[in-house]
């Protein structure tokens, strides 16, 4: 709905949209398919904002994770550093935090190969601008 609502122009609906996310934080994450495919921009919105609804702030970092993980992009990759800081670390406890990192060290950029491009993917757009 999120999506439909730039391809149509309509910002309150836009708006309304980002709210019900921040609001519903964590069940969007855990039931909405399309959370993967939210732009960085939109995510980092979302993050800002006081108003975040989660259980604990670890929850949220598991979150990033799963808008990486399901669909890697170089577009994420890049995005995930300014998201990171967004969390409110002082508020995940010590051994969450060592988890964290701990996860955050496997973290890897996707790979790309040359000869397997999946048609719309990050790696296709790239290579059409150096033709």
């Given at each position: 709905?999120?999506?439909?609502?730039?391809?149509v122009h309509c910002e309150p609906l836009a708006?309304?949209?980002?709210?019900?996310?921040?609001?519903?934080?964590?069940?969007?994450?855990?039931?909405?398919?399309?959370?993967p495919d939210l732009d960085p921009a939109v995510l980092e919105d979302v993050l800002s904002r006081d108003e975040l609804v989660c259980t604990c702030e670890f929850a949220v970092f598991e979150a990033l994770l799963t808008w990486y993980n399901k669909r890697a992009s170089m577009k994420k990759y890049a995005a995930l550093p300014e998201l990171l800081r967004l969390l409110r670390w002082h508020m995940i406890r010590e051994e969450k935090r060592?988890?964290?990192?701990?996860?955050?060290?496997?973290?890897?950029?996707?790979?790309?190969?040359?000869?397997?491009?999946?048609v719309g993917t990050d790696a296709e757009?790239?290579?059409?601008?150096?033709r």
């Open positions: 709905l999120f999506s439909r609502s730039h391809e708006e309304r949209c980002l709210d019900f996310l921040t609001l519903a934080f964590l069940s969007v994450v855990d039931q909405d398919h399309g959370f060592a988890k964290a990192m701990e996860q955050l060290s496997k973290l890897r950029p996707p790979r790309a190969h040359a000869n397997c491009v999946e757009q790239e290579g059409a601008g150096r």
